[in-house]
T-cell receptor, first 114, second 113 residues
């Protein structure tokens, strides 16, 4: 186990609704990254938070937003859900700093949008 | 933008056989990561390679980055059912932020007892 926990594990929502996913990072890690993994695809980078501020964003619309708290846990919020948002959402924590450090992934939240 | 292509897409091998998975990048790789994923679960870190020609091994898994730093291979020796899963290669996207990796689509490995 990596020490990164995500909740909930599964979620079913209806198109147009809003959802909040949560992630607790591994002890000692101050950076959290969020990824979306559609079925049969590799994970796609959504954004990263470092010391409570957004520190890089992938090609995702503004309805994907996030927060990082003083204890370095994080939330991913998605507004106005679309069917294509159905995916496995992964968060990963790391110690922070530049490139070249490994990410520790949680087990993910499986989101289904009907 | 950088893309990672993995081959093969899927692989079925008999227990005890060796196998190789390849990962090819459209651009020079500055950090190449191999992860393993069980279906619908999180990613487990296997290895990270940064230098051209670098090779790392852990138990029966060996990963190598070629000299030109555009291709990596993952080799499993004497495969076991526990090796089954999806293998993903990832690379630093050069955006300066540590957690910004791009991934290939993965190689699904099945090991028949």
């Amino acid at each position: 186990e990596t020490g990164v926990t995500q909740s909930p594990t599964h979620l079913i929502k209806t198109r147009g609704q809003q959802v909040t996913l949560r992630c607790s990072s591994q002890s000692g890690h101050n950076t959290v990254s969020w990824y979306q993994q559609a079925l049969g695809q590799g994970p796609q980078f959504i954004f990263q938070y470092y010391r409570e501020e957004e520190n890089g964003r992938g090609n995702f619309p503004p309805r994907f937003s996030g927060l990082q708290f003083p204890n370095y846990s994080s939330e991913l919020n998605v507004n106005a859900l679309e069917l294509d948002d159905s995916a496995l959402y992964l968060c990963a924590s790391s110690k922070g700093g530049g490139e070249g450090e490994k990410l520790f992934f949680g087990s993910g939240t499986q989101l289904s949008v009907l | 933008s950088q893309e990672l292509e993995q081959s093969p897409q899927s692989l079925i091998v008999q227990e005890g056989k060796n196998l190789t998975i390849n990962c090819t990048s459209s651009k020079t790789l500055y950090g190449l990561y191999w992860y393993k994923q069980k279906y619908g679960e999180g990613l487990i870190f296997l290895m990270m390679l940064q230098k051209g020609g670098e090779e790392k091994s852990h138990e029966k898994i060996t990963a190598k980055l070629d000299e030109k730093k555009q291709q990596s291979s993952l080799h499993i020796t004497a495969s076991q059912p526990s090796h089954a899963g999806i293998y993903l290669c990832g690379a630093d996207n050069g955006g300066g932020s540590q957690g910004n990796l791009i991934f290939g689509k993965g190689t699904k490995l099945s090991v028949k007892p």
